[in-house]
């Protein structure tokens, strides 16, 4: 093993070492006359507010819940879940120190129920700004 490890060494050596000798040289008066001949171009400013011109859109109430129970499936133990559905800040801090919401078994049933009740049934809208811990009672 430790014949395996020097030469993988010693190969990752020789192949750094070997960059060091290319015969590929920089013209400076060729990339002073391109850079000279450039046309600048500006950037466009983001620095404006999207909300003040309109640019952002209101998520529906069905789009929240679609997107809830894809970061519910994802990271549900965090409750990041419940931040897109618009509960409080300190959700996030209850879920985490729950032990990922009481051991996973919350975000499992926010799951399921957003599925259940929020998708199929199309009654997402009561899960929407609800800041209430276990929010399916």
């Not at 008066?29 to 209101?58: H, L, R, W, Y």
């Not at 800040?89 to 990922?100: G, H, R």
């Amino acid at each position: 093993m430790k014949k395996v490890c020097f030469l993988f060494v010693f190969s990752m050596f020789s192949l750094v070492a070997s960059f060091g000798n290319s015969s590929y040289a920089i013209n400076d008066q060729k990339v002073d006359a391109m850079f000279g001949t450039a046309t600048e171009i500006s950037m466009p400013s983001f620095t404006a507010n999207p909300c003040a011109t309109g640019m952002m859109v209101a998520a529906s109430d069905q789009s929240k819940v679609v997107i809830g129970v894809v970061v519910c499936w994802l990271v549900g133990g965090f409750g990041i879940h419940r931040h897109i559905l618009g509960t409080s800040k300190p959700m996030f801090l209850y879920y985490t120190c729950s032990v990922c919401g009481i051991f996973g078994i919350v975000p499992l049933v926010d799951f399921w129920v957003l599925i259940i009740d929020g998708l199929i049934n199309k009654n997402g809208s009561k899960y929407i700004n609800n800041d209430k811990f276990i929010m399916w009672l």
